[in-house]
């Protein structure tokens, strides 16, 4: 028995590194998830479908707000070049936040028709707020775990979450509808890089010197040029769906459909981006030594297809009931709807943390194909679905399996990149 408690404890700082970010990605999922039964008996359908439009138009930005810049602050070998791609990072996300804000308010009622949901309207306004605080949070995430300041990371990931909880019960006292939700996410957006902020030392603070923010900018240029569409390309695959849901069906089939991300993809998906991020910080390190990366791939592959196996596959089997026997009779629907993405997911969970070998190795052109092709493969199942008047269940079918493929791709173009070097 000693023998077997020995074998389970962490032997690698790879693995005690990953385990750091994943307990605090637990804490901060577990609280929302404890709380969404209350919501989804307070809020109803069509409120959790305006809270999925505004946070899908806020992600779909959240990928140009730094230029993408936050993915070169783990790249240099000194830390004071490293805090200067920081500060530009917040730069950028100052200046672009200003200019959205500008074109928000010259063309609103364009976009209002555009998005074809009224109540979305005064959310727009607040959008520009949400991305700086954004683009603040990706830098700082990324600076801290360069240093790696893990725990740090998974304690700004718990307050996040608490804060998103607590506010959107308390502000639904306030006003009925999408007003909490959509109030609660944007202050759960503020206080996580505000804690992070003040967590800098005083040898840490940032700095805005022109000089060195220009040199960093013109080393670094390929990521705006390349990660950058990469990323806004991604989201809009990612979130795409969600836009266009409200027009071709409706903004309750939409509630349902982000209840899905909420409590159950969501988890797994952050699990995921907290393996990546100490998956990016050992690449990383490999690369700059001239050492093969394959065996941090597999060792990835192996512990997230394990994961993935058996969480997903044990939820195929209950999902739908879970979803009645937690959020009531009323959103049965959503659990079907997750089984139908279920495969998708489970490919996307092991891939995904992979895929930052793309900005290590700054292979920026490879990952904006990948991710255009991703992208137009999303508006391909959606235009199929309209053309031939699918239901809703029939399009997420046709999704999820066009999905698995494009994943399966990315793997090997992945394994292709690591079999390359050194």
């Known amino acids: ?28 999922q577990a609280i929302p998830i404890a709380i969404s039964p209350i919501l989804t008996r307070i809020y109803g359908p069509e409120d959790f479908g305006v809270l999925a439009l505004f946070v899908s138009l806020t992600t779909i930005f959240s990928a140009v707000v730094t230029g993408r810049y936050e993915l070169a602050v783990m790249l240099p070998k000194e830390d004071e070049k490293s805090r200067s791609i920081v500060a530009l990072c917040i730069l950028i996300s100052l200046v672009l936040s200003l200019v959205l804000f500008v074109i928000i308010v010259i063309f609103h009622s364009f976009l209002i028709e555009l998005l074809g949901d009224e109540r979305i309207s005064i959310w727009l306004y607040f959008m520009p707020l949400v991305l700086f605080f954004v683009g603040l949070l990706n830098a700082l995430n990324y600076y801290f775990s360069r240093k790696k300041e893990f725990q740090i990371v998974a304690k700004a990931n718990v307050l996040k979450s608490l804060g998103l909880s607590i506010s959107q019960t308390f502000f639904h006292f306030l006003k009925s509808g999408a007003f909490g939700l959509v109030v609660g996410r944007i202050f759960s957006a503020i206080i996580a890089p505000l804690f992070l902020f003040f967590k800098l030392s005083k040898s840490e603070r940032i700095t805005f010197k022109k000089e060195k923010i220009y040199s960093v900018a013109r ?35 939409l509630g349902f459909f982000a209840l899905v991300y909420r409590v159950l993809v969501l988890p797994f998906t952050l699990i ?5 991020q100490v998956f990016f910080k050992e690449i990383s390190e490999l690369k700059n030594q001239n050492k093969d990366v394959s065996n941090v791939i597999w060792k990835v ?26 959020f009531g009779e009323d959103w049965k629907v959503a659990g079907g709807y997750a089984k139908y993405l279920i495969p998708m997911f489970m490919i996307r969970f092991v891939v995904s943390p992979l895929t930052l070998i793309h900005s290590v190795f700054e292979a920026h052109k490879l990952s904006l194909l990948l991710q255009f092709l991703m992208f137009v493969l999303s508006v391909f199942c959606m235009f199929i679905a309209y053309i031939m008047e ?30 390359n070097f050194p």
């Not at 040029?225 to 795409?240: C, D, I, P, T």
């Open 390 to 419: 699918l239901n809703f269940e029939n399009f997420l079918q046709l999704y999820s399996i066009t999905m698995v493929f494009f994943y399966m791709l990315r793997f090997l173009v992945i394994i292709n990149i690591a079999k």
């Open 1 to 28: 028995m000693l023998k077997i408690f020995r074998n389970i404890i962490p032997k690698s700082a790879f693995t005690r590194n990953v385990l750091t970010l994943i307990s605090g990605t637990t804490i901060s």
């Open 272 to 276: 995921s981006s907290s393996v990546g």
């Open 219 to 253: 080393r670094y240029k390929d990521f705006p040029k390349f990660a950058m569409w990469a990323g806004l390309f991604n989201n809009l695959a990612l979130h795409f769906n969600n836009l266009v849901i409200p027009i071709v069906y409706s903004t309750t089939v």
């Open 301 to 326: 592959v192996k512990k997230m297809g394990l994961i993935s196996f058996l969480g997903f596959g044990f939820l195929f089997f209950i999902v739908e009931h879970l979803f009645v026997f937690v």
